[in-house]
């Protein structure tokens, strides 16, 4: 590929339990902040990309920031499994030569706004042979896997703890951080369940959000006054029988897309998981952490907890994640990302030149590395 | 007056999925079993993904089978559950093959209040289908058995 793709801006506003704006304020605040860090302006703007759940359109935004026309736009689905694809579709529509800058964002009053399963009574879709029973709640239908993973590699609720406790740690450095009191072992078994077996501290918090970023050209980014950071590859997968949240139907029970994302993105960024410095896990949920370290090529099947205690592993979700910075649908994860490339991180790994940042893990999803260098 | 009680989520079925709905309501689980290959096709779909044949044949299954997962629901949950918490949802692997999902019920079909402890309930128990009413909305459900 001979045009690159690079992001030059990013920002986001504090993280709250509730905003005060919508979702479509925050976003142009968010958008028009990471604009401002790239140095750039609203003028330059020629494509932009989304999350489907997004509930500001890239049409309703390009009006309220008033891009003048945006020669490329689309979305990507599945929810959290959305965030590494949707960077994949904004770096390729630079790499083709079909936008120059390109704004992505995710704002979401996940807090503020309830939760968006109480509403949810009609039962279409897949959901019809699932809601009526009770897998209502994300955190339902991760509660099966969970069990079928702690069955089948003998892991632990003190596997998950140990998660929840070093992203803790994470967040702690992070003034950003919604959750930054001490979280004990003690305190995580003795936190009262959601759905066994997961507990609350398995789960996300239930954040207000905003952030955005900024990727252009290598070209363009040589007149710009910061340092780019390379989209050195991404990968998207399904997996057969895919289905979002409840992957029960297929033949082997516990594999996720992930496991589909994992080789196609080695192959496309050249890399191997050696290579990579430092990474950011998709962490709806503590266990995915721990899935994630196998299924994208770090360690033997099942061998997550054991790999991290060696210290061998690369260190996971350095601002705190989704468990203790902010749940914003995994966008805070690649800003992560960006920012450890950059350098910029509040729990900075030393000299980065690679950091992967995955997307959720058992939706449909995907995978991008950035880079400090072009491939 | 009282406050008009809380509703469940109730199934909203469409053309390939309405003949489930149909043998539930009879009390009959069927299930869509491709005709020129002998697939099990789970959740239902108008081709078999295996042979790609567009002829599936809604075939009754016994409904035995044995715990694949499960999980404890404990609050918050959706109105209709929130007193009759802790509950099981059970995923069940069938004798076919397949994997359906359903909560953890007694000899009866009523549902149970329990963590599936004082049941035994374990990877890989038995169980066998049983019928559950929820507000008019009837709901395949397993009970557990012994091998
Ligand atoms: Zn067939």
């Not at chain 1, 994992?262 to 290579?275: F, H, I, S, V, Y």
């Amino acid at each position: 590929m001979s045009r690159k793709a690079v992001v030059v801006g990013l920002h986001g506003l504090p993280f709250s339990k509730n905003i005060g704006m919508t979702e479509r304020h925050s976003g142009a605040l968010a958008i028009l902040g990471a604009l401002k860090d790239a140095g750039l302006t609203v003028a330059d703007v020629d494509g932009m990309c989304r999350y489907v759940w997004q509930p500001t359109t890239e049409m309703e935004m390009a009006r309220v920031i008033g891009v003048q026309n945006l020669r490329f736009f689309g979305a990507q689905d599945y929810g959290g499994g959305a965030g590494a694809p949707t960077m994949a579709l904004a770096s390729m529509a630079i790499e083709l030569g079909l936008a120059e800058v390109v704004v992505v964002w995710r704002s979401r009053n996940r807090s503020s706004g309830g939760r968006p399963w109480v509403g949810q009574i009609m039962a279409e879709g897949q959901d019809q042979f699932e809601r009526p029973h009770g897998l209502v709640r994300p955190a339902d239908g991760m509660a099966l896997h969970t069990r079928v993973w702690m069955h089948k590699y003998g892991w632990k609720r003190e596997d998950f703890g140990n998660v929840a406790i070093t992203q803790r740690r994470h967040a702690q450095a992070n003034p950003m951080a919604m959750m930054r009191k001490d979280l004990t072992m003690e305190e995580y078994l003795s936190s009262r369940w959601v759905a066994e077996p997961l507990c609350l501290f398995d789960n996300c918090l239930e954040t207000d959000g905003a952030l955005a970023m900024v990727l252009t050209s290598e070209e363009r980014a040589r007149d710009l006054d910061v340092t780019p950071v390379y989209v050195r590859g991404y990968a998207l997968g399904s997996g057969p029988q895919g289905y979002a949240m409840t992957f029960y139907y297929g033949d082997e029970l516990g594999v996720t897309p992930a496991s589909y994302v994992a080789p196609e993105l080695w192959r496309n960024t050249g890399l191997k998981p050696d290579d990579i410095d430092v990474v950011q896990f998709y962490d709806a949920f503590t266990p995915q952490v721990l899935l994630s370290y196998h299924e994208y090529g770090f360690c033997d099947e099942g061998d997550a907890p054991a790999y991290i205690a060696s210290g061998e592993a690369p260190p996971y979700n350095t601002s705190g994640g989704g468990l203790s910075e902010a749940y914003v649908h995994g966008f805070n994860l690649l800003v992560e990302g960006v920012r450890q490339v950059r350098g910029t991180s509040t729990t900075q790994v030393e000299s980065v030149n690679h950091c992967l940042v995955t997307s959720g893990a058992v939706v449909p999803t995907g995978a991008i590395v950035f880079s400090k260098e072009p491939a | 007056m009282s406050a008009a009680p809380p509703l469940p989520p109730r199934p909203v079925p469409d053309q390939d999925t309405l003949p489930f709905w149909d043998g539930v309501a009879e009390r009959m689980l069927i299930v869509p079993r491709c005709a020129s290959c002998g697939q099990w096709i789970w959740q239902p779909r108008p081709v078999c993904y295996r042979c790609r044949a567009t002829n599936p044949v809604w075939t009754q299954v016994s409904g035995n089978g044995r715990v694949a997962s499960w999980t404890v629901l404990h609050p918050p949950v959706l109105p209709v559950w929130a007193d009759r918490l802790p509950l099981v949802v059970l995923l069940v692997e069938l004798d076919e093959g397949i994997r359906m999902v359903g909560q953890l019920v007694d000899d009866e079909g009523t549902l149970l209040q329990t963590d599936g402890t004082a049941e035994g309930l374990a990877m890989g128990a038995r169980v066998a289908l049983r019928w559950r009413k929820e507000a008019d909305i009837t709901l395949p459900a397993w009970t557990l058995v012994g091998d």
